[in-house]
């Protein structure tokens, strides 16, 4: 049995190594952060955030907040993969199998409750949706990623807009839906390269709210 929760924690990753197109990863948190602040259950949501992500920090950084929601804004590979940054600010690849492994290991605890698991990853990152948000749906409840590449302001705009309908209570299904939207109101081609995957058995879940007061 899936049970609300009282406080949701959002940790914001980033990664934009050198080699790659600079992204605006501030902006997109600055932006996520005023929609949830503006919204009505802001009371109800914590964001933290951590830039220039490395495999070596990953572990350490999920263990310390211990978000439900994660959500990494940085580059994927044609193959699928995510890229972070090594200590020199140099591209590393997390292999997809490894880094689903990692999500399995911290939800599958079973005595931790529903307010201490990971139950969405946001993937903003080109070629996430190939390999790597379906290997990480076996293990967390719902995962969103992006199939192709698209431009920055695509991602930033679908992002503000998927925060704020969890910030007023939306649950993750119709938050993404109007995230897709609010592309389409924009007229962006992009809108149909965001997918969102859940496992079967959530799929009651999805049409509730995490929030107990909503």
């Not at 695509?154 to 897709?180: H, I």
Request: charge should be negative; charged fraction near 25%.
């Amino acid at each position: 049995m899936i049970t609300k929760i009282t406080l949701v924690k959002i940790l914001f990753l980033s990664a934009s190594p050198e080699g790659f197109v600079r992204l605006k990863v501030e902006e997109e948190f600055n932006m996520i952060d005023a929609r949830l602040r503006s919204s009505e259950h802001r009371e109800n949501l914590e964001l933290s955030q951590r830039h220039a992500v490395s495999l070596a920090d990953l572990q350490e950084l999920i263990l310390r907040f211990r978000p439900n929601i994660i959500h990494f804004s940085g580059h994927g590979s044609t193959q699928g993969t995510l890229v972070f940054e090594d200590s020199t600010g140099y591209p590393e690849e997390a292999p997809p199998d490894a880094l689903a492994n990692l999500f399995r290991i911290l939800n599958e605890d079973p005595a931790g409750t529903d307010e201490d698991k990971i139950r969405c990853v946001v993937l903003s990152a080109c070629y996430s949706n190939k390999k790597q948000a379906d290997a990480i749906c076996k293990h967390v409840e719902c995962v969103i990623g992006i199939s192709k590449e698209i431009e920055d302001s695509s991602a930033l705009n679908f992002a503000q807009s998927f925060y704020q309908a969890l910030g007023y209570g939306e649950n993750v299904n119709k938050a993404f839906e109007l995230g897709r939207n609010q592309l389409e109101l924009y007229d962006d081609p992009n809108a149909d390269s965001l997918g969102l995957c859940h496992r079967k058995e959530i799929d009651e879940y999805m049409g509730t709210t995490w929030f107990c007061n909503s």
